[in-house]
């Protein structure tokens, strides 16, 4: 009996001891970061974003339609009363011309064909352009022509004249080779030929120097 008084007296004292809660200890150290997993599948792609709406990324086209040489053999054409915007868009742009005789339209400087037969000739051309009183302008005039014997520079008529006004950040990514072309070049801009300006009288003439 006084065994078995024993055993339970025992078995109550683990009871109490477990049940205790004793002062609790200080807090360890912080481990180490575990290895990041795997990254998970990428989500599925977002709609499309809208075309944008812009054309030509700041070109221009020019156009001074059907015309002819004046009587020194050569042509001007122009921009009168330029913006501030304008005035800094043309300063810095390069600028390309083209003359369309032939159904052709043939860059400048160089070589244009003009008649077919027996009247067929050609000239070389070149051109100069700048900004005068708030107008831009571009002067066209030959070098040589194929008559022979005529001291002066012959006329000529034109199918029309382009200029196309290429901001220098643009021109300096495009390719030589297009820039010879001007159905290329306007097709590489995105220009479209509701976008042609059509050239403005000039105020006064522009003199060579």
């Not at 868009?89 to 052709?104: G, H, P, R, T, W």
């Not at 100069?128 to 001291?151: K, L």
């Amino acid at each position: 009996m006084f065994k078995k008084l024993l055993l339970f007296a025992w078995i109550g004292s683990m009871a109490f001891l477990v049940g205790c809660e004793g002062e609790q200890g200080e807090v360890g150290p912080k481990g180490d970061a575990g290895v990041a997993g795997p990254a998970g599948p990428a989500g599925p792609a977002g709609p499309a974003g809208e075309d944008g709406t812009g054309s030509g990324g700041g070109a221009i086209i020019i156009s001074a339609g059907a015309v002819k040489t004046d009587t020194s053999g050569s042509f001007s054409l122009g921009y009168n009363d330029l913006t501030p915007a304008e005035d800094s868009l043309f300063q810095s742009s390069a600028i390309l011309v083209y003359i369309k005789s032939q159904n052709v339209y043939w860059p400048l400087p160089g070589v244009v064909a003009f008649g077919s037969g027996a009247t067929s000739a050609v000239s070389e051309f070149t051109f100069v352009h700048g900004i005068q009183e708030s107008t831009f302008f571009v002067d066209i005039f030959q070098r040589g022509w194929s008559e022979e014997n005529v001291p002066n520079a012959p006329d000529r008529s034109f199918q029309d004249v382009r200029v196309v006004i290429i901001p220098g950040i643009m021109a300096g990514r495009m390719d030589a080779e297009i820039l010879k072309s001007y159905e290329r070049t306007i097709a590489a801009l995105g220009l479209t030929e509701d976008k042609t300006r059509l050239s403005k009288p000039l105020k006064f003439k522009i003199g060579r120097r």
